[in-house]
């Protein structure tokens, strides 16, 4: 992860006309500093000033952040800003009063103020700004970062700063070590290293750095340069845990700031370093985030509760990292780190339980939220174990169904709402049918004490159905209710099982009545349901007794109310919580389940029906679209009612048939049996297809070279076909991740779209976006990635490339079309020969007033004939970017001989020849 350092910008404000009204201060990271009274939320804001002695009508101006639509924002009829007053707009993009339709970009922008006739009053120009800091207008009319914003009142100009660009360096970082550690400490530019060992802020009283530094225990290490009181850097933090060892990953929290609520529990708001590390001493995630405390039960229980979001103002705006197995995602906003809230006192995983029975193997595509259990330091103090969870924000959506802002609408905590219909086609597409069935089947299995899950509506149509659930919070189950357990007695009760408006429409009983039993089969069955709690048991029980030893102190130094169960002690008592949640859950089916629900619903007898995959490596069968995991089963289902089965086919093979006592060459069969019966799904392996295809040309940041059919500028893979006759992609398989090559298979369904011409070429979108076509694929690039491409037996791989740090609107190509070289283009050539186009390795330059000298160089070179705003980047021959900067004076003693290529502004291309 790449680590982001502050700069400090010197901007100016443009005054179009007389100064009476100005944007006196911005806050676009509001963390703590301003709670919105209509919201209780802490909101970006955008501050007005008058600097008349006369009242002003701001009735109809406009305020904006993007200066090609000046009237982004109307100011409401009858607002007026008082004499030498201030006017507070909130920028929360709810568009509602004085708040404003867009948020502040906490990596900088600029914020205009339009008259009524759309001309220019002020505007400013803010940069890249920390949590909980404004940008302001100081008493001279500068501008100047603020550490204590005054919202609605006089800015103050002794609360200005200046934030160095030190680069601090610490040689060891934050992590878990067996041994005593010497810390080196360096920094560039003016200022002086202080430094803390406590976890409290350094500052100019704090120790002054003078040489390495021995951790030989847990330790907060926070250091900051100071030049004087308003001249300072970022805080750098790390935390050095010693000696501990864990059979778990580890999250290590360090912030910047943290204090003690009314009952004494830590609570840590804002920047974070965080670090997730694998069980295998593997840091898999090492950055600056934001952090804030969230939920309502979790938020009061001792341990900490809460989530890290990703924030582009530390550079990364996302965690990219496959943190759950059972996620194809490998790309995450945020994280929730959850204490367990109700269960925390009783076994710390019931919620936890029902996210891997619903997601384990992902055998009927449910939704539910990832988890990983991990041990937790807090400023290098231990908290023992903690969950760490999708949350059930917008986050998640995004995350699971790749939808963007404005494509989505939470619902909240309840049923989906929607209107019966009869038409099983329209019911589709309004909410999934076995979703729906299986939230209601839950509550009666869980015997869930309140709602476990929610809705989301899709607002895009990208997505089968209008309407999705989502489950969360299912702690409060099992007999669990607050913080008592009272053990459950006598098997699950089915009267409930079916939502009661399916009940009274026979197709849409018997259609839930089959799925349910393919649930309890493979799903709930009694020995799949205890093999994962016994797993989850053994995968926490090392932890267990440290975890108990430090959450019961913890209740006790925060006085643990009466209206609250103090946590198990100890690992005796942890076990035996988890047996009496084991006891549940065994005694959730008896029996007599099936009888039980065929008198309840008026159904004929249930009869055992066998399905066989020919090879379980090769195909797999799903029924009511829950998968078999083995190559033979037998269930229970009803007599005389379809039974839905669907053959899949696993990469490099395909389906064949069915057989037994139902034939077909569909792969999906709704056959009735009345007796016991049994079928087959025959696989066999796919025919070869050509493997000297090429990918010729890759794109990962596409801004401006080429839109897709939807006139959208995504990444692109280009492929050519050598051959002399047309190849069709379909089945073929793309990927970014040589861990995974089979990451997207090219599907079988429109082969214009698919086919590739003799000596052509074919460009799939990685955009992820797949409703838009065959063409494009479940993922997308970055600037530094991979693409491999393999054929459709699954195994051969056709080729791999790789890139590094591929500049915006550049490409990467063979440099003649199939050729094993490959170059950096500047002008990319999607869908098109290669073979006539410039990289960097053989660019000349073009005719331009812009020069460099000298030129060759020995050390330095001077860039002459530009009077605009100045912006380089260089690289070398390779087309790997070396630096860049908006200096004319370029310093290149230190990098090696050879040709290199200056991009200017991005259009001026020349050549440089370092001797």
């Not at 778990?248 to 529990?265: A, C, E, M, Q, R």
């Not at 053959?647 to 490099?652: D, K």
């Amino acid at each position: 992860m790449k680590q982001y350092y502050f700069l400090v910008l010197l901007l100016t404000t443009t005054l179009v006309t007389a100064q009476e009204i100005v944007i006196n201060e911005i806050q676009a990271k509001n963390l703590s500093t301003y709670k919105n009274p209509k919201t209780g939320e802490y909101s970006d804001w955008i501050e007005l000033k008058n600097t008349t002695s006369s009242s002003i009508d701001l009735s109809g101006y406009f305020l904006t952040d993007d200066k090609e639509n000046l009237k982004k924002w109307t100011i409401p009829s009858g607002t007026k800003i008082l004499a030498n007053g201030f006017l507070l707009i909130i920028a929360d993009n709810t568009n509602s009063g004085l708040s404003t339709n867009f948020k502040l970009s906490t990596t900088g922008e600029e914020i205009i103020l339009s008259k009524k006739d759309g001309s220019e009053i002020h505007k400013i120009e803010y940069p890249l700004i920390q949590n909980d800091v404004s940008y302001g207008r100081l008493v001279d009319g500068s501008y100047s970062f603020m550490n204590k914003p005054t919202p609605s009142s006089e800015n103050t100009d002794s609360s200005a700063f200046t934030l160095l660009d030190s680069d601090i360096k610490i040689n060891i970082p934050t992590g878990l070590y067996s041994a005593n550690q010497t810390i080196e400490i360096t920094k560039k530019g003016e200022g002086k290293l202080y430094y803390t060992l406590n976890g409290t802020k350094p500052s100019l009283s704090s120790i002054l750095y003078s040489g390495p530094i021995t951790i030989d225990k847990n330790t907060v290490l926070k250091t900051i340069v100071i030049k004087s009181l308003t001249e300072y850097s970022s805080i750098e933090n790390r935390s050095y845990i010693i000696g501990a060892t864990h059979n778990l990953p580890v999250v290590l929290l360090t912030s910047d700031n943290s204090y003690l609520n009314s009952n004494k529990k830590e609570v840590i708001d804002g920047r974070v370093q965080f670090n997730f590390i694998e069980k295998d001493g593997t840091v898999a995630i090492n950055q600056y985030a934001n952090f804030r405390e969230s939920g309502r039960t979790s938020r009061n229980q001792p341990q900490l509760n809460g989530k890290v979001e990703a924030d582009g103002v530390y550079g990364d705006d996302d965690f990219d990292y496959k943190m759950y197995p059972n996620k194809k995602t490998d790309e995450f906003e945020s994280f929730l780190l959850r204490n367990a809230s109700q269960d925390w006192s009783e076994t710390h995983m019931r919620d936890a339980f029902i996210a891997r029975l619903l997601g384990q193997n992902n055998l009927a595509d449910f939704p539910f939220e990832g988890y990983r259990p991990a041990v937790l330091y807090v400023n290098a103090k231990y908290q023992g174990i903690i969950n760490v969870r999708e949350d059930d924000d917008n986050d998640y959506v995004k995350h699971n169904y790749d939808l963007k802002k404005g494509e989505f609408k939470k619902n909240g905590r309840d049923w989906i709402p929607y209107t019966f219909t009869t038409d099983r086609e329209k019911f589709d597409k309004i909410l999934n049918f076995n979703d729906h069935v299986n939230a209601q089947f839950l509550i009666s299995y869980a015997e869930l004490n309140e709602y476990g899950f929610g809705s989301w509506k899709d607002l895009s149509g990208k997505t089968a159905h209008e309407n999705h659930y989502f489950m969360h919070d299912y702690d409060a189950t099992f007999g669990l209710l607050g913080e008592d357990h009272v053990p459950l007695t006598g098997s699950m009760p089915v009267s409930s099982i079916i939502p009661s408006e399916m009940k009274a429409h026979e197709a849409y009983k018997t259609e839930a009545i089959q799925f349910i039993s393919a649930t309890i089969n493979h799903i709930y069955n009694k020995d799949r349901a205890i093999t994962i709690l016994n797993k989850m048991e053994e995968e926490l029980e090392s932890e267990i007794p440290a975890h108990a030893i430090i959450n019961s102190k913890l209740a006790v130094d925060q006085g643990y109310n009466k209206y609250n169960k103090p946590p198990f002690a100890n690992l005796t008592e942890w076990k035996n919580n988890v047996e009496a949640l084991r006891k549940d859950i065994k005694g959730r089916f008896d029996s007599t389940i099936f009888n039980r629900i065929k008198n309840e619903y008026s159904l004929e007898d249930p009869i055992l029906v066998t399905y066989e995959s020919s090879d379980i490596t090769k195909g797999i069968i799903r029924v009511h679209n829950v998968k078999s995991v083995k190559e033979t089963f037998t269930g229970t289902y009803f007599k005389n009612i379809p039974i839905h089965f669907s053959a899949e086919a696993l990469p490099g093979y395909k389906f064949v048939r069915w057989e037994g006592d139902f034939t077909s060459t569909d792969l999906n069969i709704s056959p009735v049996f009345s007796t016991n019966s049994r079928i087959k799904a025959v696989f066999e392996p796919v025919t070869s297809s050509p493997t000297n295809l090429v990918i010729n040309e890759v794109q990962g940041k596409n801004d401006t070279t080429i839109a897709d059919e939807k006139g959208e500028f995504d990444d692109w893979i280009e492929i050519y076909n050598p051959n002399d006759k047309p190849v069709n992609l379909a089945g073929y398989y793309v990927s970014d991740n040589p861990s995974e090559p089979l990451k997207w298979k090219i599907p079988n369904t429109n082969v214009s779209k698919t086919t590739i011409k003799a000596k052509g070429f074919l460009l799939l979108w990685a955009d992820k976006d797949v409703d838009q076509g065959e063409n494009h694929l479940g993922f997308k690039l970055k600037g530094t990635d991979q693409v491999i491409l393999t054929a459709p037996d699954a195994t051969k791989k056709i080729q791999e490339i790789s890139f590094t740090a591929i500049d915006t609107d550049f490409s990467y190509g063979a440099k003649v079309d199939a050729s094993t070289e490959y170059v950096v283009f500047t002008k990319p050539t999607p869908g098109v020969s290669n073979n006539s186009v410039l990289s960097t390795e053989d660019f000349e330059g073009i005719t331009s007033k812009i020069e460099i000298y000298p030129n060759p160089t020995i050390d330095v070179i001077t860039i002459k004939g530009i009077s605009e705003k100045l912006n380089w980047k260089l690289y070398d021959i390779t087309g790997k970017k070396i630096r860049k900067g908006i200096k004319k004076v370029i310093q290149l003693n230190d990098l090696e001989k050879g040709l290199y290529v200056l991009i200017i502004n991005d259009k001026t291309s020349l050549k440089v020849l370092k001797k």
